[in-house]
């Protein structure tokens, strides 16, 4: 009989494991759905979410695109100094990618202000639930990869050493989904009706 002795890096690579793998997947898998719930609403109601869809500010949307394009490559760059052992680079990069996120969550919250001064809420007709309710889930996701990365760069001061490869690629791998996750919904929402 071959006794193989299970090599630890098969049951964490992809970086993170198969469940955080599942994981993004289900969260991609369910954001697409909703995306194209809405296209299929826009269909039918082409003016409402066209004269709705003005009511969006582009800029914020735009800036806030670039914040976390930007804050991507800088996660992708911490863990590249990561695996170089440049832990002083890493932790930089680190902060760099969770000041992307703030400045994106700072321009949310003041583009939800807006909203909500003209009464532009949850309910005021189906393109704004839609707006509402994939914004804010998205947000939801960004605060729980800012206290992740948050985690990560305390690892990183508190103790050189505590900070694994392992855990540095799946806070990555949940930051990017948070990017990839707003690089459907922004043309969706701010672009197309």
């Known amino acids: ?42 269909k039918q109601a082409p003016e409402m979410f066209h004269t709705s869809r003005l009511h969006l500010n582009t800029t914020i949307g735009t800036i806030n695109t670039i914040a976390l394009i930007s804050s991507g490559f800088f996660m992708a760059l911490s863990v590249r100094y990561f695996k170089e052992n440049n832990l002083k680079k890493s932790s930089l990069f680190l902060k760099l990618t969770m000041l992307g996120g703030v400045l994106f969550l700072v321009l949310k919250g003041f583009e939800y202000y807006e909203k909500m001064v003209i009464g532009l809420t ?10 509402w309710l994939l914004t804010l889930f998205h947000v939801i996701h960004l605060l729980v990869g800012l206290v992740i990365l948050a985690f990560m760069q305390r690892d990183l001061n508190k103790n050189k050493t505590k900070a694994k490869l392992e855990d540095v690629e799946a806070s990555a791998a949940f930051w990017h989904m948070c990017d990839l996750i707003w690089l459907l919904i922004f043309p969706v929402i701010y672009l197309i009706f």
């Open 1 to 42: 009989m071959n006794t193989q002795q299970i090599n630890p890096k098969n049951i964490y690579y992809p970086p993170g494991g198969i469940l955080l793998w599942i994981l993004i997947f289900l969260e991609l898998i369910t954001f697409g759905a909703a995306l194209i719930a809405m296209m299929v609403y826009g």
């Open 122 to 131: 949850l309910g005021y007709n189906t393109f704004f639930t839609f707006y």
